[in-house]
C-alpha cells in the first residue's frame, strides 16, 4: 500500500478538486519531492474506476523506475514502449513518447494522462499527441515548468497546483541540504551564442573543454568529495568522454554515459555507480531528468547554461537524503549558480510565456570577498567574516586560478528575499532589475509582475 507524505496528500487532494473544473491541470513540485508516487497515487486511482490511465515519459530510465514503483503497490500494468512486453488490456500503461508518436490513433485512446517532465509538452511531437487525446483528463508533472524557446505552457494546461518550495522541503527533512562551491571566475562566455534559449554547445565545448578546467575538476573532486559518488555534466559526448578518461587517467574510478549507450550497458554502468564500483559518472542528457539515486553525493557543474530549468534539474539530483549523507555538495566551474542563484530560491511559477531575448541572462548580481573568498549577495560588510569593504574603487584580489570557494548561501537567501519582497511595484521591480546588472530588466520585472498577480488570482 502506498502511503503519501503529508504534502503529497495535500497536493493530491487539491489535484482533485481542480479536475473537477480542469481537463488539464500542471503539478509543479521539486525535484526529489516524490512526483512518481504522486503519479502512482492518481493512476491507481483512476484504474480502480475502470479509467484507461497513460503515464507518459521519454527515458528508459524513467519507464523503468515508474513500472518498479508500480510493482511495490502491485499495480497491473502494459507498456507501449519498444523493448517491452505490452500488455494492451491493462487499464495501465506505461508509455514512452518515442513510441507513442508512431501509434496515436492505432491504439485506444486513454481516459486520463500523466505527463512526466510535462516542461517538454510544448515540443511538437508532444503537442500532437496532446491534442489527439482531447477528451481526457491530463496532469502534468515538472520541477521547472519554463522552456528554453518561452512559450508557455497555458495552451496545454489551464490551471497550476504547485507543491512546497525546495526550501520548506530542506527544512522539513524531505530534501538533503547543500554547500555550494564555486569558482572565483566564471568561465568567459562572451564569445558564445545561444540557439533555442541555450548556449551553442560546439562554442561552449571550445570553452569548457580545456586541461586547465578538466584539471580543476579533479583536484576540487579529491580535495572536496574523494571517493564520494558524483555526478559530472557534461556538454557534449566528446566532452564527457575526454572528462572520463582523465578521471581515470589519475586512478579515480568513471565511466561515460550517454543517449546512444545501449540500454543493457546504460543499466550496468548505472548499477555499478549504483553500489560505488565506479565513483564518477559523466554524463551529457541522460541524468537532468527523473534519475532517481539517493546516494549521489555530489554534482560537478561543467556545463554552462541558459536555462534556470536545466539548471534546477542538475543540482536536484543531489538533493536527495540518505543516511550517513550530511550535506549535498554542488562544485560550480561553469558559473551556473552565479547566472541562476541558489537552488532553494524562491521561484515564482507562471502558465504565461516567458520573453526572452539573446541579451536576457538574469545574471545574479554576487561579491566574493577578498579576504576569506566567500561569495555572498552584495552587502558593505562580509557575512562570513566581517570584511569591510571600500566605499569607492575596487580592491585588488588575488585568487588561484579555478579555486573554487563556498558560497555563503544563506546570506544570498536573505539579500534576494528582501530585496525582491520591498519591491511593491512594477517601476520598483524595474529598478531593482537594474540594480542587479540584468540585461533585460523590463522584461524580467513584467515576468516577476505577471507570476504575482496570478498567484493572487488578479486577472
Not at 25 to 41: D, F, I
Not at 400 to 420: H, N, P, T
Amino acid at each position: 500500500m502506498l502511503t503519501l507524505r503529508p504534502y503529497q496528500a495535500d497536493i493530491i487532494d487539491r489535484l482533485r478538486v481542480a479536475l473537477r473544473t480542469h481537463k488539464a491541470v500542471l503539478t509543479v513540485a521539486p525535484c526529489g519531492s516524490g512526483k512518481t508516487a504522486l503519479a502512482t497515487k492518481m493512476i491507481g486511482t483512476a484504474a480502480a474506476k475502470g479509467r484507461r490511465s497513460f503515464f507518459i515519459c521519454h527515458r528508459a530510465e524513467l519507464i523503468e523506475q515508474t513500472a518498479a514503483t508500480f510493482d511495490k503497490v502491485d499495480l497491473s500494468y502494459g507498456y507501449i514502449a519498444a523493448g517491452y512486453r505490452p500488455n494492451p488490456f491493462a487499464q495501465i500503461q506505461i508509455v514512452s513518447i518515442d513510441t507513442l508518436k508512431n501509434r496515436v490513433g492505432k491504439i485506444q485512446p486513454p481516459d486520463f494522462c500523466v505527463w512526466d517532465e510535462s516542461h517538454h509538452i510544448a515540443a511538437k511531437g508532444w503537442s500532437k499527441i496532446r491534442d489527439a487525446y482531447a477528451d481526457a483528463h491530463h496532469v502534468g508533472l515538472s520541477a521547472t515548468p519554463e522552456r528554453l524557446d518561452g512559450l508557455g505552457l497555458g495552451k496545454h494546461f489551464t490551471h497550476i497546483v504547485e507543491g512546497p518550495t525546495v526550501k520548506w522541503l530542506i527544512d522539513n527533512g524531505y530534501l538533503c541540504d547543500y554547500k555550494i562551491f564555486a569558482a572565483s571566475h566564471a568561465p568567459d562566455l562572451s564569445g558564445v551564442h545561444t540557439k533555442m534559449g541555450d548556449y551553442d554547445k560546439t562554442e561552449l565545448e571550445t570553452v569548457m573543454d580545456k586541461p586547465t578546467i578538466t584539471g580543476d575538476a579533479i583536484f576540487h573532486y579529491r580535495k572536496l568529495s574523494d571517493n564520494k559518488r558524483a555526478v559530472v555534466f557534461c556538454i557534449s559526448v566528446k566532452h564527457s568522454i575526454h572528462v572520463t578518461e582523465q578521471f581515470k587517467s589519475v586512478g579515480i574510478a568513471a565511466e561515460h554515459l550517454d543517449g546512444t549507450t545501449p540500454r543493457d550497458e546504460r543499466r550496468q554502468i548505472i548499477a555499478r555507480f549504483r553500489v560505488g564500483q565506479t565513483k564518477v559518472l559523466c554524463n551529457v542528457g541522460i541524468i537532468t531528468e527523473g534519475f532517481d539515486l539517493p546516494g549521489i553525493e555530489t554534482v560537478i557543474l561543467l556545463r554552462p547554461t541558459a536555462s534556470l530549468g536545466l539548471y534546477i534539474q542538475m543540482v536536484g539530483r543531489v538533493l536527495r537524503p540518505v543516511e550517513g549523507k550530511p550535506h549535498a555538495l554542488i562544485l560550480d566551474h561553469a558559473g551556473n549558480v552565479m547566472r541562476h542563484g541558489l537552488p532553494d530560491d524562491e521561484r515564482d511559477w507562471t502558465l504565461e510565456g516567458k520573453k526572452r531575448s539573446k541579451k536576457d541572462k538574469n545574471e545574479v548580481a554576487v561579491r566574493q570577498c577578498p579576504k576569506c573568498f566567500a561569495v555572498h549577495r552584495p552587502l558593505p560588510v562580509c557575512p562570513s567574516c566581517g570584511f569591510v569593504y571600500e566605499v569607492k574603487g575596487r580592491p585588488d584580489i588575488e585568487v588561484v586560478d579555478g579555486e573554487l570557494q563556498e558560497l555563503d548561501k544563506d546570506a544570498m537567501r536573505r539579500k534576494r528575499f528582501k530585496e525582491q519582497s520591498k519591491a511593491q511595484t512594477i517601476d520598483e521591480l524595474v529598478a531593482l532589475a537594474k540594480s542587479r546588472g540584468y540585461k533585460n530588466p523590463h522584461g524580467w520585472s513584467a515576468y516577476i509582475w505577471t507570476a504575482r498577480q496570478a498567484k493572487r488570482g488578479v486577472r
